[in-house]
């Protein structure tokens, strides 16, 4: 390894570790948040609610947050973020009624973008021949993440009840803060003068994005893999719920936690052994082809499955689709953005998160309220489809492409 590299791997590990205590905490509350607040009396679509709430919150905070760090930098946003989550987690904690579980959400909604502002620290400090590789940190900490935190949360609610796990990821939160406070090194901010601050809520400041063909044509898969992910994660709990059972009961936090940690396992093993030999070999445009065709599979699958074999094995395919895509995209948009840009535009694959988690977790709620499991399930292959076509016809412009401006 070169002396010029040593120092960005070393940049990164504080990255790494933040992510993972902060997936911790979300991975703890995924697998019981729409079954908590059906404890709640929620209502299929009130329980799917809390994440168009949350990421309605997002979509004006994540670009604002992003656009912030590039003038003021990365370490006071991403302390602002994980404070706002912390606070957000006990106050769902403590809830006794269901407008607090919506209160929690909209505090940490209103203050999220702990994930983009990671992802733009790393390429800050990253080569943009390394991204894919780099960002693939992400996905090994997503992988952990879905591996014990569900896992965690099955074993927790199953003994102290629900709000258990929830108090565990406050933990989580508080240790991530503490992480970035002392761990983390203060990023820079832009030489921009004057900056507007309410640029990133201007659609000028994404048009000029999108006026970029190919930095369009990545954002719009983005769009479409995130309205896939969207639908699967938000309904996938209610989902299993109704179809599946366990020992005579239905699929409750337990069985769904098991689930997940079923599949972040796999997903530690993709990101930390295959990732980065599968870039080098195929290039992040040929895997965002094959991981979108995966995807597909695996929600056709899950929509027909009726046993718990074929359950996993959807959720395998899937699996690994969601975990290819995820770095290989998220690569290619920011090797079509200059260093100073870097905030910004992974700021708006967060508004794009955001969008999605606005309206898929809406269909979400309505489809299962009316037990149109199967149809839930393949929408979701649908909105990977045009995905999919999008990468066919988009791939020959991100091969070879020049990284200068990176």
Aim: charged share 10%; proline share 4%; with cysteine.
């Amino acid at each position: 390894m070169s002396t010029s590299e040593q120092p960005q791997r070393a940049s990164l590990l504080p990255v790494f570790l933040i992510v993972l205590v902060d997936i911790f905490g979300m991975t703890l509350v995924i697998p019981l948040l729409a079954i908590y607040a059906e404890t709640f009396h929620a209502t299929p679509l009130q329980a799917t609610l809390l994440v168009t709430v949350f990421a309605a919150c997002q979509l004006v905070s994540g670009p604002l947050i992003g656009f912030a760090s590039d003038h003021t930098g990365r370490k006071p946003m991403l302390i602002f973020s994980q404070i706002g989550t912390f606070i957000g987690f006990i106050i769902l904690a403590r809830a006794d009624a269901l407008w607090m579980i919506y209160l929690s959400r909209i505090i940490d909604g209103s203050t999220a973008g702990n994930l983009s502002l990671a992802q733009a620290y790393i390429a800050d400090n990253t080569a943009p021949e390394n991204r894919a590789k780099a960002f693939g940190m992400i996905g090994i900490a997503f992988g952990l993440g879905f591996f014990i935190g569900p896992s965690l949360t099955g074993l927790l609610s199953a003994k102290y009840g629900l709000t258990a796990p929830i108090y565990l990821a406050a933990g989580m939160s508080a240790t991530s803060v503490l992480f970035s406070a002392t761990l983390l090194r203060g990023g820079r901010g832009s030489t921009v003068a004057n900056p507007d601050r309410w640029a990133a809520l201007k659609w000028s400041t994404y048009a000029q994005y999108f006026a970029r063909p190919a930095l369009r044509t990545l954002l719009f898969q983005f769009l479409f893999f995130m309205l896939s992910f969207s639908m699967f994660i938000s309904g996938f709990a209610l989902f299993a719920e109704r179809r599946f059972t366990w020992q005579g009961h239905p699929f409750g936090p337990r069985e769904i936690g098991y689930v997940f940690g079923f599949v972040g396992f796999f997903g530690i093993v993709l990101q930390g052994a295959f990732i980065g030999r599968l870039v080098k070999r195929f290039g992040e445009a040929p895997l965002t082809v094959v991981g979108f065709a995966t995807v597909v599979i695996g929600h056709l699958v899950l929509g027909v499955a009726a046993t718990i074999p074929l359950l996993l094995v959807a959720a395998l395919i899937s699996g690994f689709g969601n975990g290819v895509l995820r770095p290989s995209i998220v690569s290619l948009i920011t090797r079509r953005a200059s260093r100073h840009e870097q905030g910004v535009v992974l700021g708006i694959t967060q508004a794009l998160t955001s969008m999605a988690a606005v309206v898929a977790p809406i269909v979400t709620g309505l489809l299962i309220q009316h037990e149109m499991l199967v149809t839930w399930a393949w929408l979701a292959a649908i909105l990977a489809a045009v995905g999919w076509g999008l990468s066919v016809t988009g791939g020959r412009g991100n091969e070879g492409m020049s990284t200068s401006a990176a």
